[in-house]
Nanobody
Framework: QVQLVESGGGLVQAGGSLRLSCAAS????????MGWFRQAPGKEREFVAT????????YYATSVKGRFTISRDNAKKTVYLQMNSLKPEDTAVYYCAAKTGPPGEIANEYDYWGQGTQVTVSS
């Protein structure tokens, strides 16, 4: 069983930056692919970024490519999401998730989820 706790959300002006962290406990973190998803009010949860266990493979949603960077530190059991050039449309609750097997964009494939952290980008 893996427990995930996100942090680092907050209020930022458009064009600003935030770094989200997701700390894991339990399980063997280094064996899991990790992902970030987000959900805005009235919208479905959507894929943001994913990273494989070794950090050699990363994938991004088109809407965030070039602005967001996913990374991980297996020694610290933490995955990060660096978000630059933030836009009001990035406003959402951001969730990290863990899955066995390869990294992926499908939320239903993930086994463990954090509670989410709110990111609000003002215009």
């Amino acid at each position: 069983q893996v427990q995930l706790v996100e942090s680092g959300g907050g209020l930022v002006q458009a064009g600003g930056s935030l770094r989200l962290s997701c700390a894991a406990s339990g399980g063997t973190f280094s064996t899991y692919a990790m992902g970030w998803f987000r959900q805005a009010p009235g919208k479905e949860r959507e894929f943001v970024a994913t990273i494989n266990w070794s950090a050699l493979r990363t994938y991004y949603a088109t809407s965030v490519k070039g602005r967001f960077t996913i990374s991980r530190d297996n020694a610290k059991k933490t995955v990060y999401l660096q978000m630059n050039s933030l836009k009001p449309e990035d406003t959402a609750v951001y969730y990290c998730a863990a899955k066995t097997g390869p990294p992926g964009e499908i939320a239903n494939e993930y086994d463990y989820w954090g509670q989410g952290t709110q990111v609000t980008v003002s215009s």
